[in-house]
C-alpha cells in the first residue's frame, strides 16, 4: 500500500515537473476563449481582471507565455423536414424547433490549478471547466469542495 502510493506520488510529481519545465522553456499555453456576446466578452474581462492579482498569470500574460484563443461558433441546429405523404392535408402549424442553451461555465486551461485559482472564482459560480490534462493540487480539490464548485473536464 505505501509503496503504491509512493509511486502515485511519483508519477503525479514528474508530470507536473514536466508540465513546468516545459513553460519555463518558454512554451506558450492557450486558454479558449467563448466570445459569442456582449455578456460573454464582459465575463471574459471580468475573469482576466480577477486573474490579474495573481503575479504568476499576470506575468505569462505579460511575456507572452499565454494567450488566449477564441473558440470557434457553435454551429445552429438543423431543422430535418418530416417527409410526408403526397396525399396527405397540409398541417396547419409549422413545426416547433425546440433549443436549449447550455449555461455559461468557467473555464480554466491552465495545467496545474492551484488552491488560489479556485479563490479568484467568483462568488456564486458552481461549475469550473478545467483542461483535459489539468491537474488540481490538494488544497484547490478541497476549496472547490468547500465551496461547492464541480470541475468538469474538457475534451481539449
Known sequence: MTN??????RELLSEEIAVLRAEMRGAVQEEHVRVGTAADLTD?????????SDPTFAAALREG?????PEPPATPPTIVPIAQPANAPLTAAP????????A???ELM???ITERDI???????TRLRIGRRSRLTPLAGDEARRRGIRIERSAK
Do not use: C, H, M, W
Open 65 to 69: 507565455r499565454l494567450r488566449f484563443v
Open 95 to 102: 413545426p416547433t424547433l425546440v433549443t436549449t442553451v447550455p
Open 44 to 52: 471574459f474581462a471580468l475573469s482576466v481582471a480577477r486573474r490579474a
Open 110 to 112: 491552465k495545467p496545474l
Open 104 to 106: 455559461t461555465v468557467l
Open 4 to 9: 503504491d502510493l509512493r509511486a502515485l506520488i
Open 119 to 125: 479563490a479568484a472564482v467568483a462568488e456564486g459560480e
